[in-house]
Every structure is written in structure tokens, then in C-alpha cells.
């Protein structure tokens, strides 16, 4: 697990703590009155019922909709269920919001299908919607926004409202660090779908949002450990040779094909697409003497063999012998010496600006703009990638920690208790931190 742990670390690419300043945000004060806070769906961890307890030692009305076996071992307090047919969900919202007099509804990531209609319902009637989501800026910060997250977030894509408003921010850093831990991520993603067996039982009509089933992903992670430790010493080979810079090197970093950056923020159905594309234009418009690898996600559960499929493309499209796959590989050694980087709108994409990369969006992710990503084609992005604006980018970095991130993380005791501490007061303010600056 430790391996894992250092992995997860090394795909980040975020410098050092000791290299900026830790800072949190600066929330408003929590208003006077008594909220009612409806919680939907979390992450697989405790995270969502110590956020409702703290909730309601501030004396506020907390309830919880469970949807699933899991939804009801990861909760406590006032709850309800709701296990009809998913064409019945719209009306059941608007029943709750209506007895329960709901003010504020949360939930983690506003593309699940049990969450739309909540978020759809909420906006017609007033109703504030805290989403949460995985930071953008990795490890030691999580995501809350008002409305939406990733492509529906408030945040502009205007460069100027950037550079003017970063001038009134203070410099953040990486944020307090805390202990990290893909062993307590893992046992609480296997406790929440434990009783998953019984939600044909209990939820007949539930239907997850991930595509495989947790059994299914398991073996298949099981598989992936022994393809890591098989690849290790190629991998590591691999990446000192980018470090030596004799060719020019492009990287692509894969994401997951049930991440909503990919199903629903993204012109491609999945990777296979994505690879696709990107090696097609590679081969066509990319200089002799350039390479390209294309690295594994590191939380990728093995199921389908982007190896093969990499390679038997890069065979088709006649460049086979410079185009490579990682299955692992350190990923700031790899970020410090790249060409560029060819992204879907991974939150890679924000470290390969960190650290002065010219980065090229296949999809519009919050960091897609001009003097940050490469504003023309990917056909001319092999020849000619352009670099980051990094003055624009630190004011990009500051404004978006300032107003969308908390320091804390889901997983980790630790992380937890810093992470409820810091949301409360962003929960309970009546303007969001962005309004604060629209």
C-alpha cells in the first residue's frame, strides 16, 4: 500500500511544502438563522456524516437521503430512502425540499444521475447547492463550489478577470499537509459497497453511476498491482531518458473512462478515443525526432489493457517506434523535462503549468484560456506548443484555491478533521467566495 500511496503522490507533481507557503482561505462568517442542509450522495468515506454532525453542533437541520446499502453504512442521523424508479426521483426531491423546507442541498460530484434532478430543482426554486469534487489542485485540497463543479462551474475562463483579481489575493501554497493513505481510501471504497449484494433487495432500482461493478474492479486492481510491479523497472527506465532530453517528448496521462470529466465534460465516449486521436495527429504533424508516451492513471483498475491498445495504434498510424506506454513513472521527474502535455482536462494539466509546461485541452477544462493552454490547433501544438503565461498562471492558481478549494481531504482521519473544519463556514455563508469577486 505504501507504494501506492508514493504513487498517487508522484502522479500529483505538486512541488514540496516546504516550497509555498501553506495557506487556507478566508471564509465570511457564518450568518445568523437556522439552515436545513438536505446531504445526497458522498464520497465513499466517513467524510459526509462528520460534516453533518458538525452541521448540527452549529445548531443546523441536517437531513440524509440514502439511496443505496452504502449511502445508509456511511450515515447516521435523520434519514430517509429513496428506492422507487429513477422517473420518480424529480417529484421525491420536490416533496422533500417542501416538508423538509430545505435551504441547502450537498452532494459530491453534480453529474451523477441521482444528483441532476436535485441540482435542476434546487436552481428553479432558490435552493443553494454546495458541490463537492477531488481538488483541483492535488492532494492537500478538496473542491466546494456553489451550482457546479469542472465544466459547470462559476469560475470564469476570462484571463483578465484573472489577472485583476489575483492582484487582491494572497499566494497560496500546497495548504497544510496531512497524512495520505490509498490503504484508507481502499477499505472504505471495499465497506461502502459491501452491501452491495444486498441492494437488489433493498434499492431494486438503483443503478450506479460507475461502470463496472466494485467486485469486477477489485480483481481487476488486483491484476493492475502485479502489471505495476512487472513495469517498474522499464517504466523507470523510461523516464530517465525523458529526464536526459535527446528528443523532444509529449505526454498524455489517461484518465479514468467513469470520471464525468470524461462522460460528461468531454467530446470523447472514453481513452480508446482519446489515444486515438492523439496519436493520429502525432503521426501526422509531429517532428521526426519527438516521442510520445502515453501514461497509465494511477487509480486505473486494470480493466481494459491501454497497453496493447496503445501500441497496436501507434503500429497503425506507422509510429511504433516512438510511441510508448507507462504504466507508472514519477510524475514531477517526467513534468520538469517534457515538451508538453496533451490532456483531456485532467487536473495533471494544472501541474504540467506549475511547472511551466505548454499544455494543450482536448476538452475545456476550468484552466483552458488564452496564456495558460495552447490556443491553436493539436496539429500545430507538435511543432509549435506555446508556454504558459506563469504570472497569469499564479493568479489563476491563487484565485481558484482562494474561491472553490478547502484544505483538508475524504479519506484520512486527519484529512477529514481538517477538511469539516475549514468547509463549515463556506457551508453556512450566503454568498458563495466567487460572487464575492463576480
Known amino acids: 500500500m505504501a507504494g501506492l500511496d508514493r504513487a498517487l503522490e508522484q502522479f500529483v507533481g505538486h512541488p514540496s511544502p516546504e516550497k509555498l ?72 426531491y420536490r416533496q422533500r425540499f417542501n416538508d423538509l423546507g430545505i435551504t441547502d442541498v450537498v452532494l459530491f460530484g453534480d453529474c451523477r444521475p441521482v444528483h441532476r434532478p436535485a ?50 489575493i494572497e499566494r497560496y501554497g500546497n495548504g497544510t499537509p496531512f497524512k495520505l493513505s490509498f490503504a484508507a481510501r481502499a477499505t472504505h471504497d471495499v465497506l461502502y459497497h459491501s452491501g452491495g449484494a444486498l441492494n437488489k433487495l433493498c434499492f431494486p432500482h438503483y443503478r450506479t453511476h460507475a461502470p463496472y461493478s466494485a467486485a469486477k474492479e477489485y480483481a ?115 513534468l520538469s523535462h517534457i515538451a508538453g502535455m496533451i490532456t483531456v482536462n485532467s487536473t495533471a494539466g494544472a501541474s504540467a503549468l506549475l511547472h511551466k509546461r505548454p499544455t494543450f485541452a482536448l476538452a475545456e477544462p476550468i484552466y483552458a484560456m488564452p496564456g495558460l493552454t495552447h490556443q491553436g490547433s493539436l496539429d500545430d501544438f507538435w511543432q509549435h506548443p506555446q508556454v504558459p503565461d506563469m504570472e497569469l498562471f499564479h493568479h489563476f492558481r491563487n484565485t481558484v484555491i ?21 468547509c463549515l463556514d463556506v457551508l453556512l455563508a450566503k454568498k458563495s467566495r466567487i460572487e464575492n469577486y463576480l
Open 21 to 92: 507557503t501553506a495557506r487556507a482561505p478566508e471564509c465570511p462568517l457564518p450568518p445568523c438563522g437556522r439552515n436545513s442542509f438536505l446531504f445526497l450522495q458522498g464520497v465513499s468515506s466517513p467524510f459526509f456524516d462528520r460534516l453533518a454532525k458538525a452541521l448540527r453542533v452549529r445548531d443546523q437541520r441536517v437531513h440524509r437521503i440514502n439511496f443505496n446499502v452504502g449511502d445508509v453504512l456511511y450515515s447516521s442521523g435523520t434519514r430517509s430512502v429513496f428506492s422507487a424508479r429513477p422517473d420518480e426521483l424529480e417529484d421525491f
Open 119 to 168: 441540482v435542476t430543482l434546487a436552481r428553479q426554486l432558490g435552493i443553494r447547492v454546495h458541490v463537492f469534487e477531488e481538488g483541483y489542485f492535488r492532494p492537500y485540497w478538496i473542491t466546494l463550489e456553489r451550482d457546479g463543479v469542472n465544466n459547470n462551474s462559476r469560475l470564469p475562463r476570462d484571463p483578465a478577470w484573472y489577472r485583476e483579481v489575483g492582484k487582491h
Open 220 to 334: 481487476g486492481f488486483i491484476r493492475q498491482g502485479v502489471r505495476l510491479l512487472l513495469a517498474a523497472r522499464r517504466d523507470d527506465t523510461l523516464v530517465a531518458e525523458v529526464a536526459r532530453e535527446k528528443h523532444p517528448t509529449f505526454l498524455l496521462p489517461l484518465q479514468l473512462d467513469s470520471d464525468s470529466q470524461i462522460k460528461d465534460h468531454s467530446p470523447f465516449a472514453n481513452m480508446f478515443e482519446v489515444i486515438e486521436h492523439v496519436i493520429a495527429s502525432f503521426a501526422a504533424h509531429a517532428p521526426s525526432a519527438a516521442r510520445l508516451l502515453v501514461k497509465n492513471h494511477p487509480l486505473s483498475p486494470g480493466l481494459v489493457d491501454y497497453k496493447r491498445i496503445t501500441q497496436a495504434l501507434a503500429q497503425q498510424y506507422g509510429v511504433s517506434d516512438r510511441v510508448d506506454y507507462l504504466a507508472s513513472g514519477h510524475m514531477p521527474t517526467l
Open 402 to 422: 482562494h474561491t472553490t478549494q478547502v484544505n483538508g481531504g475524504f479519506y484520512t482521519r486527519c484529512g477529514i478533521d481538517m477538511a469539516v473544519n475549514n
